[in-house]
């Protein structure tokens, strides 16, 4: 499906679910095995963010009702990382908010890293916002293997959610990640008012820069949010299509399960999401508000004949 045009990805969206995962199904099946991999993340450093994204509790631009908390101490992110690898997460993420780090939380966030890179059996990812390529280098060399860094929406639909930043500053972020040989995990959020065209630009922007992994978000309005209205601006079967879109255009991602999905999705079609192309959990609770467990996640793969690692 090489030499398809933009226009032949938004047919596929008229054509009926079942005939769609059936395809993306087995490209899944053509390019991975039964293994989905399990990531866990924690918010080391929560709210007063400068960024005004329409989407964030954590934006002081917006009035959501959440516990904000400067930078966690080492140690509790170690725990943190540990408890995550007991419940079958291989990958663990440091996150923070913000634009970027201070220089004091910088050097205390180096060795979060070094700590969490330490234990067996997880891999250390980051999320810290816009670093310099100075910073980029540094958290590489502390054991960062993957760094989140997602585009969320697409070029054109970018200043309807976001203005203090650009597009492009992401796009520039997750290709210096790239050049210092991070993977990149670089995703987007569905059901922001965005278009059918806008989703399948998402994709394409993803496919030009080729991460490792791909977090999929679904919008989970929260009060106080500019978007705190939008619950119905996508259903189900429209989610469900846009994944075996994501793994039409991008047949190689590892394609994440992130925020969003126990909210908008029933569990049935979450394992339908599975069968269309996810093969990558974002488990436990996300950065402001509660996910999935971990116990249930494993018994619907296990289910599926899928095993979680």
Not at 211 to 236: H, M, Q, R
């Amino acid at each position: 499906m090489e030499n398809m045009t933009k226009q032949d990805y938004l047919n596929l969206y008229e054509k009926p679910l079942d005939e769609l995962i059936e395809i993306s199904s087995q490209i899944t099946k053509d390019n991975f095995d039964n293994t989905v991999e399990a990531c866990s993340i924690i918010s080391a450093k929560t709210g007063e963010c400068g960024e005004n994204c329409k989407y964030c509790a954590q934006s002081k631009h917006n009035h959501a009702e959440i516990e904000c908390h400067p930078l966690l101490d080492v140690e509790t992110v170690k725990k943190a990382a540990l408890s995550a690898k007991e419940n079958g997460a291989t990958r663990f993420c440091i996150v923070t908010s913000g634009r970027v780090p201070s220089d004091k939380d910088f050097e205390k966030i180096l060795e979060m890293i070094k700590e969490v890179a330490s234990i067996d059996g997880i891999h250390c990812c980051a999320s810290l916002g816009l670093l310099s390529e100075e910073q980029i280098k540094k958290i590489k060399e502390a054991g960062v293997e993957r760094y989140n860094h997602n585009i969320n929406t697409s070029e054109n639909y970018h200043t309807n959610i976001c203005t203090t930043h650009k597009f492009q500053d992401r796009v520039n972020t997750v290709k210096t990640i790239q050049k210092y040989g991070m993977e990149a995990c670089c995703g987007v959020i569905i059901g922001m008012g965005e278009s059918r065209e806008d989703r399948v630009d998402m994709a394409l922007s993803l496919k030009e820069l080729n991460p490792k992994t791909v977090p999929i978000n679904f919008l989970n309005p929260i009060k106080g949010t500019p978007l705190e209205n939008y619950e119905s601006k996508i259903d189900e079967e429209e989610i469900l299509k846009t994944i075996c879109i994501f793994r039409i255009i991008l047949p190689k991602a590892m394609l994440r399960y992130a925020g969003g999905r126990t909210s908008r999705l029933s569990k049935y079609n979450q394992a339908l999401g599975i069968k269309a192309g996810i093969n990558s959990l974002l488990v436990g609770n996300y950065l402001t508000t509660l996910g999935s467990d971990a116990k249930e996640d494993k018994k619907m793969l296990k289910d599926m004949d899928l095993v979680m690692g």
